[in-house]
């Protein structure tokens, strides 16, 4: 079923429809017209006469909007709708509105006059419309909210930057974007790949200009180890916490080798308390996978779990419904390390290269650390090799030699 919702909010009115021309075209002539490309929807300030010229463009367009606030409180089939009637939405003294609603059988008449036009696609000319067929292009792909959100906002970042209608960018206008990234924007090697893998959908699937992106090369990849801590330091990071549930999300993380947005996603049914193993649903890559838990982490978490937990999630967040936000994982880490007085430079996922490096120091066959970590190539994992000093501590020094 095809929507047009508003809601009106302190300061703007926001507006989400599918893709539209004419009226992202109408919308846009309204003064403080934006979009937000993180939660999808368009606004404008809230106000009376905004409200009324929004009305206005529903009337002009055949548009039926109706109010969010009221569609989670009314059955579907009972949907307050701007028809014409009069209806007074939440601060705003509502006015009547004639509104010309499509007769009956007015698909029928224009069905007969369809003419499909074959070979011939629409040029994409209009930034807004491209973004939306990019996002349509990547959930039916399935990929990612968190990958959908980012492909946005770089292509709409590389569009604002060439200030081209879409058709018209070539090869140089690509080329000087990234460019742009590297030296005066100062991006990070890991960033500006990830740039490039949304450019080159984008120019691929939306455009069908993937020739663009041939002689584009990628920066070269920094071959930086990952910063491991010791045993001690995990023990001294764990003690410093003395909020339960920030050390039991520690202890999981470090338990299980769980990379940061698996863990705060973690639903009580994940863990089996019998196996000691815990369900990553979702990993990395859409992948699903078993990892282990400790038995000090279970019996804390049995703790934790009394008396019954109010809902799924393992670390639930401050907003009702929704779990733990990776940032705020971030921030308590950051404070264990802070309270531990280690100067590493280390961060949370330190905590999953440390599960590998001490896995692969007791004598754990590589191939089951690969499983455990969810890593699809043997290779990403061999990069521990390189951290472990099981067998550099065998070695002696020649200097040692030399003084002795």
């Not at 916490?241 to 202890?251: A, D, G, P, S, V």
Request: hydrophobic share 40%; with cysteine; net charge positive.
């Amino acid at each position: 079923m095809i929507r047009y919702v508003y809601a009106l909010r302190d300061d703007i009115i926001k507006i989400r429809s599918p893709y539209n021309k004419e009226l992202i075209a109408e919308l846009k002539k309204i003064g403080g017209y934006k979009y937000n490309f993180d939660q999808n929807y368009s606004s404008i300030p809230n106000g009376h006469e905004n409200f009324l010229k929004l009305m206005a463009i529903a009337k002009k367009l055949n548009i039926t909007f109706e109010d969010y606030d009221l569609i989670d409180s009314t059955p579907l089939t009972e949907k307050p709708r701007c028809t014409g009637q009069e209806f007074k939405p939440a601060g705003i003294v509502a006015e009547k509105i004639n509104f010309s609603l499509p007769k009956k059988n007015d698909h029928l008449s224009a069905a007969s006059s369809f003419k499909p036009v074959v070979n011939k696609p629409e040029l994409r000319t209009d930034p807004d419309e491209t973004l939306y067929q990019l996002e349509s292009a990547l959930l039916s792909r399935r990929y990612s909210r968190s990958t959908v959100k980012s492909y946005l906002y770089h292509v709409n970042k590389m569009l604002e930057y060439v200030k081209k209608p879409p058709i018209n960018i070539i090869e140089d206008d690509i080329k000087s974007y990234i460019l742009n990234l590297a030296t005066s924007e100062k991006f990070a090697v890991s960033s500006m790949n990830v740039a490039i893998n949304a450019i080159k959908f984008f120019l691929s699937e939306i455009l069908n200009k993937n020739f663009l992106m041939i002689s584009v090369k990628r920066p070269k990849k920094d071959k930086k180890l990952p910063v491991v801590l010791s045993f001690d330091e995990v023990g001294r990071l764990i003690t410093a916490t003395e909020n339960f549930k920030h050390k039991l999300l520690l202890m999981i993380i470090y338990s299980g080798g769980l990379r940061v947005g698996e863990a705060v996603k973690l639903k009580y049914e994940d863990v089996d308390f019998e196996r000691k193993t815990i369900r990553i649903t979702s990993g990395k890559g859409r992948k699903d996978r078993y990892t282990i838990i400790s038995k000090a982490a279970l019996e804390r978490l049995k703790l934790y779990m009394e008396p019954a937990p109010a809902g799924p999630w393992i670390f639930p967040g401050a907003d009702s419904g929704r779990h733990l936000s990776i940032r705020s994982a971030e921030k308590i880490f950051e404070t264990a390390l802070h309270k531990a007085a280690i100067k590493k430079t280390a961060s949370v996922h330190s905590l999953r290269h440390s599960f590998a490096t001490h896995l692969l120091e007791s004598g754990v066959d590589i191939r089951y650390i690969q499983q455990l970590l969810g890593h699809a190539n043997i290779r990403t994992t061999e990069i521990y090799t390189h951290i472990s000093n099981k067998h550099l501590g065998n070695i002696v020094s020649p200097l040692d030699n030399i003084m002795n």
